[in-house]
């Protein structure tokens, strides 16, 4: 007999959260309780928590479950080294005169 596991993820049981969302979690309760109390930043912190919570809302976009991971990847892609090729307008490239 076999056991199977669906993933090699460490999922804590509840609402499938992971360990590495835990690891992410616990600086921004942290940095939200010293801001909120310590310091007359209330509403600063207050709108960082909130970032936070919807940056660890679930989320369904094939693998990446989370919407840190999702703005991960948006800024990847945003920030990608890009290649442009400039074209006159009626002019034939090299690689078009020499395949015909």
Same mark, same amino acid.
């Not at 499938?16 to 921004?28: K, Q």
């Given at each position: ?7 090699? $993820? /460490?999922? !804590? ?6 360990? =590495?969302?835990?690891?992410?979690? @616990?600086?921004? !309760?942290?940095?939200?309780?010293? @801001?909120?109390? #310590?310091?007359? !930043?209330?509403?600063?912190?207050? +709108? &960082? %928590?909130?970032? &936070?919570? #919807?940056? !660890? %809302?679930?989320?369904? +976009?094939?693998? $990446?479950? /989370? ?5 991960? %990847?948006? #800024?990847? *892609? %945003? #920030? /990608?080294?890009?290649?442009?090729? *400039? ?11 020499? =395949?015909?």
């Amino acid at each position: 007999m076999y056991i199977t596991v669906k993933s090699i $993820k /460490r999922n !804590l049981g509840f609402k499938g959260i992971e360990v =590495s969302d835990i690891i992410i979690a @616990l600086p921004i !309760l942290i940095l939200f309780i010293v @801001l909120f109390c #310590f310091t007359p !930043l209330k509403i600063p912190s207050i +709108v &960082g %928590l909130m970032i &936070g919570i #919807f940056c !660890l %809302l679930p989320i369904n +976009v094939s693998k $990446k479950n /989370r919407m840190y991971k999702v703005i991960g %990847l948006i #800024f990847k *892609y %945003l #920030f /990608r080294n890009k290649i442009y090729v *400039y074209q006159r307008k009626g002019e034939v490239d090299n690689f078009e005169k020499t =395949s015909n």
